[in-house]
């Protein structure tokens, strides 16, 4: 198969014969119109003309083969220049074939090409990719981390119950209940996480609002056992998306604003808002203070948060956040954390309007 290089080339230097040749063909007639061609003489052509043609020809003829060699040679050298950006594309796609995602192009040049922005395309989705990869590998290390662990109480429960014929068989009941409850909880978060990495969902209306309403519904039991005050303000703000995983994520923001609040006496005020081509919804509560390179850590996840301060002895399987983060990024949406002056976090969302 003839690579693009040589197609290039003989289209080149094709094209200069051609050309070559039509400009020899417009010399000639013109040459003709100047000479007559009033005897006859061999072959029917008057020895003025004859004279013409056998001077013409080998002149023609080496001009022909000069155009040639020179498309030939001009084609190549024009051609290697051409392609030479789409040959380093194409060896930064080979080594990103082969697991290096490391490698970027960085093709310069000005002004900007169809190559140019080519390479920058690539850079991009090599970047994203790097990263993405990266990400991908820190939660699997995590992920398999946490489960290891129950798992791992479990068997340690069971050895000490079998060596030893006198253990509380209620207590490890108990025991092996909570874990086992723990490690449920941890697998179904994984998959809540991966379900709205796929974004396989189907896109319907959802008010913000009624979505607020029914987690803080939801979660005020838990609230006032815990001394705190829950509070939902606010407009109608519509959004579109998964009406499941949205009231997943703002659950998640009210009960993780309960888990990190103050031990008595702390406040959450869950806020919606219609704005012109975006529905806002913002959690905000009391706590304790958070240190600014803390903050954009939360949305990790297995981040829970060393700093904080959690009331009750409920702390979750650290992915809370993270889950928030993921849907919001699901919907097209952006997520900002920011600490309050005196304690405690304030979430603000920002979903797509429906056009």
């Known amino acids: 198969m003839r690579s693009a290089r040589l197609k ?3 289209s080149y ?18 040459l003709l119109r100047y ?3 009033n005897d006859q003489g061999l072959l029917g052509i008057s020895p003025n003309r004859y004279l013409l043609l056998r001077m013409f020809t080998p002149a023609a003829a080496a001009a022909l083969v000069f155009l040639l060699a020179f498309g030939l040679l001009g084609g190549w050298l024009l051609a290697g220049r051409m392609l030479a950006p789409l ?3 194409t060896d930064a796609a080979r080594l990103a074939a082969g697991g290096s995602l490391s490698h970027r192009i960085r093709l ?6 169809e190559f ?6 690539f850079d991009a989705m090599l970047e994203r990719l790097e990263s993405r990869v990266a990400e991908q590998q820190r939660f699997a290390a995590n992920a398999s981390h946490e489960l290891r662990t129950p798992l791992a109480i479990s068997q340690a429960m069971l050895d000490v119950a079998r060596k030893d014929p006198e253990f509380d068989r209620g207590e490890l009941v108990e025991r092996l209940h909570t874990v086992n409850a723990r490690a449920i909880d941890l697998t179904d978060a994984l998959l809540l996480l991966s379900r709205s990495d796929g974004r396989n969902f189907t896109r ?7 979505v607020a309403e029914e987690a803080a519904e939801t979660l005020l039991p838990l609230a006032e056992q815990r001394g705190i005050t829950l509070e939902v303000t606010g407009e109608p703000a519509r959004a579109s998306g998964s009406p499941a995983l949205i009231l997943r994520m703002v659950t998640n923001l009210v009960q993780n604003a309960i888990v990190h609040n103050l031990p008595c006496g702390g406040s959450i005020t869950v806020h919606t808002e219609p704005r012109r081509y975006a529905s806002v919804l913002r959690v905000e509560n009391t706590g304790a203070p958070l240190a600014p390179e803390l903050v954009p850590t939360l949305v990790e996840p297995f981040q829970r948060g060393s700093e904080r301060t959690r009331t009750g002895a409920q702390t979750g399987v650290g992915l809370g956040l993270a889950i928030v983060h993921s849907i919001v990024r699901a919907h097209d949406g952006m997520l900002e954390l920011t600490p309050r002056a005196g304690g405690g976090l304030l979430v603000t969302i920002r979903l797509p309007a429906p056009r």
């Open 8 to 10: 290039l080339t003989l």
């Open 13 to 30: 230097a094709g094209f200069l014969l051609l050309a070559g040749a039509v400009l020899l063909a417009v010399v000639w007639a013109y």
């Open 35 to 37: 000479v007559p061609d």
């Open 87 to 89: 040959t380093r594309i």
């Open 108 to 113: 310069r040049g000005r002004p900007a090409n």
């Open 116 to 121: 140019r922005e080519l390479a920058d395309v």
């Open 204 to 210: 319907e209306p959802v008010d913000l609002s009624l």
